[in-house]
């Protein structure tokens, strides 16, 4: 029998411009943000929950609760961005939202059901478009299921994450298998002209809570500056908490499909698939998450607007050509990458082999048609040898880089591998000591930190260079205390 309880977590971004019918001519600005969320629905439609929960930062808000739709049809449309579509219906698992309520009291929770009586400001019915965009894409998908639908209140951190937990507790009690979706856009400053203002901490903002996504990493977004959260002007983080405790306790393997930045607002879509879920559509071949252990590693995280953040070598230092033999480094990181997207395991580390037994941060790159298709580094050494490095890094770059969606396995012929393996940093004390072609820069302040690698095309003098790690660091021009390093690479091919 499927095991009940949590099946899937997702967070799904929520701009109503990334439905066709509404984004119609800016749609080329959310290819990533599109696609990944046509993946999840896929993936959804082949687990077949029983129930979908989706908890939103927006609709009938109620101060210092939870409030969860208790009407038995739950209905909405997109009229009010001038679209006058066929309305989604669903029916509302009203056994679910009881236990749930009971499950949250036990925690100290408070769930607010609304009805007709105690609403005048939106039908008990009707969903909000925070609610409908994740579920556009699902019913597109063809999925079929019964639906809670809920919107967070100014509740405390550790509020929200029982509150998932109150979810989980109440699905395994009825024995129902849900997904559980996490609804909401993350900084809303991260430009020039952003709805909210622009504000450099959005940056810094998305990349930690990016980061904390893919390692599932809870404890990072629980602890995570107050202010930081205040200035990023986002409304993912609660939704973000109640997903993660209703997670708690489960062997998840975590996946950043996509991040990308457009109109100053940052849109993440992620997934965290229990190890032990069965994809029961005919399709799944009763296939389970990957026995593996979870995904590992550094990433530099999401740059602005969406754009390459400058991780992607260019040029380098080439110990072997491209009418060569791959090195045996890049042939390392292709075996990591195909063993891993074709049977779900990592190899063991040679770590014998010359040259990989000493210890060195690394970068794997991935090229598909001549364009970046992944890109994961760490800048000191993490594991305990270069091959270790290597194996992990190439692995995240495959399916980690919150830039792309994961490599599927129709892709692992096409992609073109380079390594590149960095010489410890040293101190400078001013840019007259760097050189972009030769060396690359680490540019930090207190706990921000940019890099960038050497000769990258189209960065030609010191001072390009610096801004650019500077701007990926959040350090704004001007600032004191800013500290310089440099470092050599060796690239291979």
């Known amino acids: 029998m499927a095991r009940a309880g949590i099946v899937l977590g997702v967070l799904s971004p929520h701009a109503p411009i990334i439905v066709p019918e509404i984004g119609d001519k800016d749609l080329d600005q959310v290819v990533k943000t599109r696609s990944a969320l046509q993946g999840v629905a896929a993936l959804v439609r082949d687990i077949r929950p029983d129930t979908v929960v989706v908890i939103a930062p927006h609709g009938p808000v109620v101060r210092n609760a939870v409030t969860l739709l208790a009407s038995p049809l739950l209905q909405g ?62 019913t597109e998908a063809g999925l079929e299921c019964r639906l809670v639908a809920g919107a967070v209140g100014p509740l405390r951190r550790e509020e929200l994450y029982r509150f998932g937990q109150a979810v989980q ?47 599932a990493d809870v404890k990072a977004l629980l602890e995570m500056d107050p202010e930081l959260v205040e200035r990023a002007g986002e409304c993912g983080f609660g939704p973000i908490l109640t997903l993660f405790g209703a997670l708690d306790g489960l ?23 229990p190890r032990n879920t069965r994809l029961e559509a005919p399709g799944g071949g009763g296939r389970t998450a990957p026995a593996e252990g979870k995904a590992e590693g550094k990433t530099e995280g999401p740059g602005q607007d969406g754009e390459d953040p400058g991780l992607e070598p260019g040029g ?24 891993y997207v074709r049977e779900g395991r990592r190899i063991s580390a040679p770590a014998s082999s010359p040259g990989l037994d000493r210890r060195a941060g690394a970068f794997v790159s991935l090229k598909k048609g001549g364009q970046l298709r992944g890109c994961i580094g ?32 129709d892709e692992l012929g096409d992609l073109e ?7 410890p940093p040293e101190p400078v004390s001013g840019v007259d000591e760097l050189d972009p072609a030769v060396y690359g820069v680490i540019v930090t302040k207190g706990d921000r930190t940019g890099l960038l690698l050497p000769d990258l095309e189209g960065v030609d003098t010191v001072q390009d260079q610096v801004r650019i790690a500077m701007q990926k660091a959040g350090i704004s021009p001007g600032e004191s205390g800013v500290r310089l390093f440099r470092f050599r690479v060796t690239r291979y091919r």
């Open 251 to 273: 062997d998840v393997v975590p996946e950043v499909l996509s991040y990308e930045g457009p109109f100053g607002v940052g849109y993440a879509v992620a997934t965290f698939l």
């Open 316 to 339: 380098g230092r080439t110990a072997a050509g491209r009418d060569q033999a791959p090195h045996p480094f890049v042939r390392l990181a292709r075996l990591s990458l195909e063993t």
């Open 169 to 215: 507790a109440a699905a395994v009690e009825l024995g129902v298998r849900i997904v559980y979706v996490a609804s909401g856009d993350l900084s809303h400053r991260l430009t020039e002209g952003a709805p909210a203002g622009y504000d450099p901490m959005g940056r810094i903002f998305d990349r930690r809570v990016v980061d904390a996504l893919a390692r």
């Open 77 to 138: 449309n997109f009229r009010e961005f001038g679209i006058a579509g066929t309305s989604l219906r669903f029916g509302n698992d009203l056994r679910l939202v009881d236990r749930i309520r009971e499950e949250a009291a036990r925690r100290k929770v408070t769930v607010f059901t609304p009805d007709a009586d105690k609403m005048s400001f939106r039908p008990p019915d009707r969903l909000h478009y925070a609610v409908l965009v994740p579920l556009h894409y699902l």
């Open 417 to 423: 591998y380079s390594v590149d393996v960095l010489e």
């Open 378 to 409: 760490t800048i000191q050494p993490t594991a305990p040898n270069l091959a270790e490095e290597i194996v992990r890094n190439a692995i995240q770059a495959g399916t980690s880089d919150p830039r792309f969606p994961p490599v599927r396995e």
